[in-house]
């Protein structure tokens, strides 16, 4: 049964990250929840508080639970969750402990103080080995300051290939409401379907038990309260289904928006994450993310990073198809089916 607490926190940050629903988005709710559930490991009192809230209990093991690993040539799955760090900051071993359990946990030593933008370089280097290349620069010039001590970052990979390919012969430019024309696919097949006030959805199998659901609105894209129970009322249908071909490459920075909903102690001097080191001087100066998307008529391919910067104070028959025309601003979830980790999450307005 997918996770109603991590659908939550995808929605919730959605409206912050991306409230202008004129202009395209993409980020990952898995990252950003890796990153965050590391620290919130680190975190204590109001701190922690503030980020168990927004995450939910149980986010750890969902993210646990979601990884696809590879399947032959048609899954690929990959992620790192590693704490970068200067070497005179001193570190909890509790903390250390708990990193070793996530996928991919390491901790790894950076120049901060001596060679910042070696620190830079170095980090990003390492993302994008774990992105296979489609994130090189997720630290811009300038992200790593003098006074940077610590980076907790996600990196994530994945690749899939549908269950049931899209004919290349039957993609073909096709109108999209406020893009012109863009090149759109068409698949007539069995797949899960559901509606709800204001909203429609189809789900897309992929290898590796992962998911994309087109969530596409009855009319323009707006308030996402109806979003849950589209998911929920998915059945299968035969489905003649028109979707656009995408390719989305999106940076991001977080701290405002989780500002907004409700991440605050933890950007300020009176943060307290002495569960990663006893300086208690420790605070987060931003978190940087960017995401990457990419659809075709074979598969999808995805990657995303989150940095949290640290700083110190200082052909059958069947019956007729439902035809479904993605041909509108719509959102578009890539998720694992059974444990509802949402790996992207995208707006898209022009494809």
Request: charged share 25%.
């Amino acid at each position: 049964m997918p996770d109603r607490a991590h659908l939550s926190f995808a929605l919730s940050l959605h409206d912050a990250v991306a409230p202008d629903r004129t202009r395209n988005a993409v980020w990952s709710p898995y990252s950003v929840a890796s990153a965050l559930g590391m620290v919130a490991h680190a975190a204590r009192g109001e701190t922690r508080r503030e980020l168990d809230a927004l995450l939910g209990a149980g986010n750890a093991d969902l993210l646990r639970d979601s990884d696809v690993g590879t399947v032959g040539d048609d899954a690929e799955f990959a992620v790192a969750n590693t704490l970068w760090a200067w070497d005179a900051l001193p570190l909890e071993d509790g903390f250390l402990a708990e990193l070793a359990r996530w996928p991919g946990g390491q901790v790894r030593s950076a120049p901060f103080a001596d060679d910042p933008e070696g620190a830079r370089k170095l980090i990003n280097a390492d993302v994008a080995d774990t992105t296979r290349g489609l994130i090189p620069d997720l630290l811009p010039p300038g992200a790593v300051k003098s006074d940077t001590v610590a980076s907790l970052v996600n990196a994530l990979y994945l690749k899939c290939a549908w269950n049931e390919e899209f004919p290349v012969h039957d993609t073909t430019p096709r109108p999209f409401r406020g893009a012109g024309e863009v090149e759109t696919m068409r698949l007539e097949a069995t797949l899960r379907h559901g509606t709800a006030p204001g909203w429609e959805a189809v789900a897309i199998p992929a290898h590796g038990g992962v998911e994309a659901v087109v969530l596409l609105p009855d009319d323009v894209l707006g308030d996402l309260a109806g979003v849950p129970a589209a998911l929920e009322s998915l059945e299968r249908h035969r489905i003649e289904l028109f979707l656009p071909k995408l390719a989305l490459t999106v940076p991001t920075t977080l701290g405002a928006p989780l500002r907004e909903v409700g991440v605050r102690t933890l950007f300020t001097r009176d943060a307290d994450l002495t569960g990663l080191s006893p300086d208690p001087r420790l605070y987060v100066d931003e978190v940087l993310h960017e995401a990457v998307l990419r659809l075709d008529e074979q598969g999808f391919e995805g990657a995303a990073a989150t940095a949290v910067m640290m700083r110190l104070t200082s052909i059958v028959e069947h019956p007729p198809a439902r035809t479904v025309r993605v041909d509108r601003p719509h959102l578009l979830l890539v998720r694992h089916e059974r444990t509802g980790a949402i790996y992207f999450l995208a707006q898209v307005v022009a494809p």
